[in-house]
């Protein structure tokens, strides 16, 4: 009996060894895809270019991973030093200063981020916007189904082993003379029932944090909208500037949304749709001079006639962006002062049909936008004022590589954003 109670804990060893060299290969990989997705994925994606370009392939456009680790972690650095690539990537996505990670992930963060890429390039890219969303869904889904079922089923065989263990050692005290003691109902076993009662408050207190600090997020929210206007179409392929439309985010803490007069500037004269067919977010095509009909229903626009601007009534728009009452956020300070570009929050605007939210807007996302983003000081009367830094710049006491970053001017001063 000895000898059976040793084979049993051996057993244990050796699924337990399996367990463990099953999922070891996914470490490093689930390790680059949580710094993948917390740090890149705002601007990047692996098969597709949206801030910036598409990851696919990165290793092989750059001579070294040496050099891609320095690009991550100060780009104004490498495009001083006058590498060529570095200087045709900037040129080519508008001079669009990338952030800098220098502090913030270690050379070893990103050969984990490059070593997902890599997984990641062998995967099939997204589905063209015609998919319906059941394949959209397919194509996003992740393993965890599959760890799901792997964890039940280990679960069920540490169950097996621990009665086989239970009944081989009663056996053992039956044999040997020892008082057998009969098994526990497991509803009535208080190491299982304190088990189970630690699991249950753990499982709630993370599904209470994790409400908590999601509460008033609406990441990928995307409703429908009484007119299917298109970005893609108006600020992609005509190249309408955003400011066009949304004058007062140079000029005011809003964008807003611009009235039917604004849209009738061009539609007085389009009264047709004929650009590339469009597609709702499952699939459904949309007829867009249908779309424009109902424009000219809200403005109270009768083709032929002359148009009585008196009869117009606001379109109900739908809001997507929405900040708590007690954040302060100055569009016309981003825009116009800090030279930030509508992509870094909005996402690449100019390839979605219907917007959605693109950035979580938390308090950490933007100060960590704070704390890497550098100001640009030159040219920008607004900066004229910070004399220290200015002189820091000239005399070399500021390292003019990294730049000044908007933390160093107060950018993450409780103040700054709240009320």
């Known amino acids: 009996m000895i000898h059976l109670r040793k084979v049993t804990e051996k057993v244990g060893l050796i699924v337990s060894l399996i367990i463990l060299l099953s999922f070891a290969h996914q470490v490093k990989a689930q390790d680059g895809k949580a710094l993948f997705t917390a740090n890149c994925a705002s601007c990047h994606n692996v098969h597709k270019d949206m801030t910036g370009p598409a990851l696919a392939g990165v290793e092989d456009r750059w001579p070294d991973r040496a050099h891609i680790i320095a690009w991550v972690h ?11 690539y570095a200087d045709d990537l900037f040129a080519k996505w508008n001079k669009t200063p990338m952030t800098h990670f220098e502090g913030i992930l270690s050379d070893k963060d990103v050969d984990a981020i490059l070593d997902y890429i890599k997984v990641e390039e062998a995967k099939k890219p997204a589905a063209a916007p015609a998919a319906t969303a059941a394949q959209g869904a397919g194509q996003r889904s992740d393993n965890t189904l599959l760890y799901v079922v792997l964890t039940c089923v280990l679960a069920i065989v540490a169950f097996i082993l621990l009665q086989v263990n239970s009944s081989l050692k009663r056996l053992s005290n039956k044999k040997e003379g020892h008082p057998v003691i009969g098994p526990i109902p497991f509803y009535r076993n208080k190491k299982f029932i304190a088990v189970i009662a630690i699991l249950i408050f753990i499982y709630i207190g993370y599904w209470l944090a994790s409400g908590a600090i999601g509460l008033g997020r609406t990441q990928n929210y995307e409703p429908k909208q009484p007119i299917f206007y298109s970005h893609r179409v108006h600020a992609g392929i005509n190249q309408i500037n955003c400011l066009y439309c949304h004058t007062n985010a140079q000029y005011s803490r809003h964008a807003t949304i611009p009235s039917v007069n604004v849209c009738m500037n061009c539609h007085m004269a389009i009264t047709e749709y004929t650009g590339p067919k469009l597609f709702t977010a499952e699939g459904k095509e949309v007829d867009g001079s ?3 009909q109902k424009l000219y229903k ?11 601007a008196s009869k117009a009534k606001p379109i109900e728009w739908v809001r997507i962006h929405e900040l708590p009452d007690h954040v302060y956020f100055n569009h016309s300070q981003h825009v116009m002062v800090g030279k930030v570009q509508c992509q870094t929050c909005h996402g690449d605007i100019t390839k979605m049909d219907e917007v959605k939210q693109f950035a979580p807007l938390s308090m950490g996302w933007c100060i960590n936008c704070h704390r890497t983003t550098d100001v640009q000081f030159k040219d920008n009367g607004f900066y004229s004022i910070y004399q220290k830094y200015h002189e820091g710049l000239k005399n070399g006491t500021i390292d003019s590589a ?8 107060g950018g993450t001063e409780c103040q700054k954003c709240h009320y």
């Open 290 to 292: 249908a779309e424009i």
């Open 74 to 84: 100060n780009s104004s650095k490498v495009l001083a030093s006058g590498d060529k």
């Open 402 to 409: 990294k730049g000044i970053t908007v933390e160093m001017i």
């Open 298 to 308: 809200y403005a109270g626009y009768v083709q032929g006639q002359p148009w009585d």
